[in-house]
Structure formats: structure tokens, C-alpha cells
């Protein structure tokens, strides 16, 4: 079939079990080689055809999957995304090789980013206001791009976290921030009316 005509339903289906074969016999690279093939084939995202490697091709509910993991999970997200998570939560910062910009990179195509905004027990609770801007500014810089980034803390607002940073946390980088998107590279503003301002701060607004 050619990749400029759309499969039918059933005809996905039937390439998808056959795929499925290959896929369970393939190394991790040949898995990432099968999906970049069936993706230009099926015209489905990438998630949802490691759901269907890792399951069952058949029909799936649309639910997103959301793994809470704290700590350093660098080493083990390769096989977090295997199976079949779609977002982790809360992106700790702080623990080793856990830099923002390196997991964008290497894993933003097929994770959702949720959290990672700011280090509450340390930079929220010992830093500056102004140093609580940058390092927001820094993580939606790192982790916005293209999507897959809900902007929130990487834990609960400590007590001891003076009022005025989390104001800072939660409101200049929302409505100063420039954020370069992935499809044409333009710069994007967001306006103020779109910020958290006046919302409750248990949200993740101040």
C-alpha cells in the first residue's frame, strides 16, 4: 500500500497484528525503528502504537496513562515510555540526570512533561523572588517547546515558602515568557489574560 493512501479501519488493524509479531522478536533499537515505520504507514501517534505493540492492536479507550515516580528515573524512562506511559510526574529537578533540556530532548516525542516548574524544596524555599523567575523562566524554555508541558511545581509549596515566591513562581514566567515553537520556530507571547493570576494557589497559582 502506499503511504499516501489512508488505510481503512480493518486494514490497520490487520497490519498492526502482524507488526506486532515483529515488534515482540525486535531489540530496543529495531522496536524504535518499527514504530518510526508504522508510524508513517498508520498515520497514528507514537504512543498509541506502543500501547497496541504492548497490548492489544485492537480498538483501545482513549485514557492517557499518568505515572507518579519521584527521584533520579532517567536511567529507567526508556522503559517507563515501553510501557505504554504517556506522562510522568513530578519531573524532580534537583536528582541526578534529571536536566530539563536533556529530557526534553531525548524523550519530549514521547512523553508529557508534568511538573519540573520549579524545585519547591529548595529553590522556592531558599532563593530570591528574581532567582524564582529564572528558574521557571529556564524550566518552561526547556520543557515547552512543542508541547507536552504542564507547568507546575515539582512538589506540594512548602510552608516555610515565603508568599512572594511563590507569586513569582506563578505569575512573570506565564506572561513574560517567550516560548520558540517546534512547527515554524516563531516566538509566542503569552498574553496576560491567559496567566493563573487570581486563581486558587493550590492549583499551582498563587
Known amino acids: ?16 497484528r502482524m507488526m506486532k509479531k515483529r515488534y ?5 533499537q529495531e522496536k524504535g525503528n518499527i ?10 501517534h507514537r504512543k498509541g502504537l506502543i500501547r497496541s505493540m504492548n497490548g492489544s492492536p485492537e480498538r483501545q479507550p482513549r485514557a492517557k496513562t499518568f505515572l507518579h515516580c519521584c527521584g533520579s528515573i532517567y536511567w529507567a524512562l526508556p522503559d517507563i515510555i515501553d510501557s505504554g506511559i504517556d506522562i510522568i510526574n513530578p519531573v524532580q529537578v534537583s536528582a541526578k540526570d534529571m536536566e530539563t533540556n536533556r529530557l526534553k530532548r531525548e524523550f519530549g516525542r514521547d512523553l508529557v512533561f508534568w511538573g519540573g516548574g520549579a524545585d519547591a524544596t529548595e529553590v522556592m524555599t531558599n532563593s530570591t523572588p528574581d532567582e524564582v523567575k529564572e528558574e ?14 504542564v507547568f507546575a511545581p515539582v512538589h506540594n509549596i512548602q510552608a516555610n515558602v515565603p508568599p512572594a515566591n511563590i ?17 515554524d520556530e516563531t516566538l509566542i507571547q503569552i498574553p496576560p489574560e491567559h496567566t493563573c493570576a487570581g486563581r486558587n494557589w493550590q492549583s499551582g497559582c498563587p
Open 1 to 16: 500500500m502506499s503511504t499516501e493512501e489512508k488505510m481503512t479501519i480493518e486494514e490497520r488493524y490487520k497490519y498492526l
Open 24 to 28: 515482540e522478536r525486535a531489540n530496543r
Open 35 to 44: 514504530l518510526n515505520e508504522m508510524e508513517v504507514f498508520t498515520g497514528q
Open 136 to 149: 521557571a523562566k529556564k524550566r518552561i524554555h526547556d520543557l515547552a517547546p512543542g508541547g507536552g508541558f
Open 167 to 183: 507569586v513569582a513562581r506563578s505569575r512573570p514566567p506565564m506572561s513574560t515568557v517567550r516560548i520558540l515553537s517546534a512547527a
